[in-house]
């Protein structure tokens, strides 16, 4: 480990911090661009082979961006999908924004750092940043936009040169260190742990746009709502969200370990995967389920849903237009199953359904979703953590999908555990709460 790395995991002074050499490498997980064709003829696509954790050179700070010395990463499909080199390699969104050449230049690398989550230390500050100093614990939000576009200012996820840290730029999250810039930062919720912090702004997030905000399903008290995935990386959130704001939620998950832990989250119905029969794009299988759970849906709770949270894609999709109330919104924001969707029109146009795409969220969003965190009113949904070194099994767990909510990657921290400054408050919270998961 090198000296800065050592001073911030020693806790160490900013002004230790400032006159500590930032060393011309560092370790990150990353991919290798002459790999890029390694999966030719492999279905399974096995992303431990791609994944590589070592040296890469330590990239210059532009004025408006930080250097943060990542203490603890969050895990997103977005990984995989970088990591499986589907459905483009990632190594095209860093060539494409590198042409516009200047301090986007430097993302254009024959190497591409991975990770859209991470909390830790700020160790630099560019000459632009204003709000935040070297020594501040924060988490970064994914999203990386253009202040000098003018739809940012409107919406900063409408901006055309939006994109998501750590997968469509370089130098993320996964790494001891990371780049980020001002416009990302949020400050680290005392009471958690840096893998804590670190797996909640990308999906919680994410879900908050999806749901509250106005540029979602904008959700409304005694709202029902449907979560597919309910105990997952965003759906547990979605979870949250729907309890917190006087919603019914109804989640929808694969077991009985996962329906014991959405209704310990708040869901007031949950329905096993296995209950509404085959789920697949086939129009006469989505008709025949989506008669199904509505069905059950009306007996337990007496309507139809008004919002459907969807993320799944192609397998779900044609149930959750069928299964939405007349006037309902359906939500989504990713199609992990398919991005080719299928579904019967007349269920949409005729009963005055709406479909809203959202991706993301803006600073707003994610600083709303952050205060949140901060008072203990939104709950981690981390479920486990991997050294840095062992990213590449934490992404093949995913990959494989053994595993539920979140998985953090411990970068400088060397324990679990470590970072909450504001214990008093914690047990106040109390462990069960502040990461149910873990509590399970």
């Known amino acids: 480990m090198d000296p800065l790395a050592e001073a911030v995991v020693s806790g160490a002074s900013p002004e230790v911090l400032e006159r500590t050499p930032v060393p011309a490498e560092y370790t990150a997980a990353h991919l290798r661009i002459e790999d890029v064709g390694i999966f030719a003829g492999d279905s399974e696509r096995d992303v431990r082979k791609s994944i590589h954790v070592g040296p890469v050179p330590m990239p210059e700070l532009a004025p408006d961006e930080v250097l943060l010395g990542v203490m603890a990463a969050g895990m997103n499909y977005n990984t995989i999908w970088s990591a499986k ?31 859209s989550d991470a909390a830790g230390v700020i160790v630099r500050v560019g000459a632009g940043v204003r ?85 979602g399903a904008n959700m409304r008290q005694g709202d029902t709502v449907l979560i597919w995935g309910a105990v ?20 929808i998950v694969g077991s009985a370990e ?8 708040g869901c007031e119905l949950v329905i096993d995967r296995r209950e509404i029969g085959e789920i697949s794009a086939d129009p006469d299988a989505t008709v025949r389920a989506g008669k199904r759970l509505g069905a059950i849906i009306r007996r337990e709770i007496g309507e139809d849903p008004r919002i459907v949270f969807e993320h799944v894609g192609r397998d779900t999709f044609g149930i959750s237009v069928y299964v939405a109330a007349r006037g309902g919104t359906i939500v989504t924001c990713g199609s992990s199953t398919g991005y ?71 970068c400088l921290a060397d324990a679990p555990g470590l970072g909450v400054t504001d214990p008093d408050f914690r047990s106040r919270v109390g462990a069960d709460q502040v990461t149910p998961l873990m509590a399970s």
Request: charged share 20%; proline share 4%; net charge positive.
């Open 85 to 115: 080199f589907e459905p483009i390699p990632s190594f095209d969104f860093l060539r494409y924004y590198g042409k516009q050449g200047g301090w986007a230049a430097r993302h254009d690398q024959p190497y591409h750092v991975l990770g």
């Open 131 to 215: 709000n935040w100093r070297v020594g501040d614990h924060v988490v970064v939000a994914t999203a990386h936009v253009d202040d000098q576009d003018p739809l940012t200012h409107a919406d900063g996820m409408m901006g055309a040169e939006q994109r998501a840290w750590g997968f469509e730029t370089n130098f993320g999250g996964l790494a001891r260190y990371a780049v980020v810039r001002a416009s990302q930062l949020l400050p680290k919720a005392a009471h958690l742990s840096w893998e804590e912090a670190a797996c909640n702004p990308l999906c919680a997030a994410t879900a908050y746009r999806m749901l509250v905000s106005e540029h």
């Open 232 to 251: 997952g990386g965003l759906g547990g959130y979605a979870v949250q969200f729907v309890r917190n704001g006087g919603g019914i939620p109804i989640g």
């Open 258 to 265: 996962k329906a014991e832990i959405a209704r310990r989250l």
């Open 340 to 410: 080719a969707h299928n579904f019967d029109n007349r269920y949409l146009w005729m009963r005055l359904k709406r479909i809203i795409g959202s991706h993301g969220a803006n600073l707003h969003e994610q600083w709303q979703t952050n205060r949140l965190i901060q008072r203990g009113r939104v709950a981690p949904m981390l479920s486990g953590t991997y050294p840095l070194e062992q990213v590449g099994e934490a992404a093949r767990a995913i990959q494989n999908n053994e595993h539920i909510g979140k998985i953090g990657i411990r």
